[in-house]
């Protein structure tokens, strides 16, 4: 009687525990990403509402010189 494959069930216990921590590794890593992904979303809505705001008050300041310029 042979023993072929004796240690394959303790190599297959070995790899998955590997594997499990890998995937906790992973994702935990896309928590973070999400969290990070988040918040420069909401950075970049903010700084397109100030350049939409400083361009508008840009435009109102050059309306107001050639107003001024008419009169």
Known sequence: MTNVGMFDEAWIDD????????????????????KLNGELQQENKRLRNDLERVTEESGNFEMMLRNKDAT
Request: hydrophobic share 25%; no cysteine; net charge positive.
């Open 15 to 34: 790899e998955n525990k590997a594997l499990k921590k890998r995937i906790k590794d992973l994702e935990k890593i896309n928590k973070q990403h999400q």
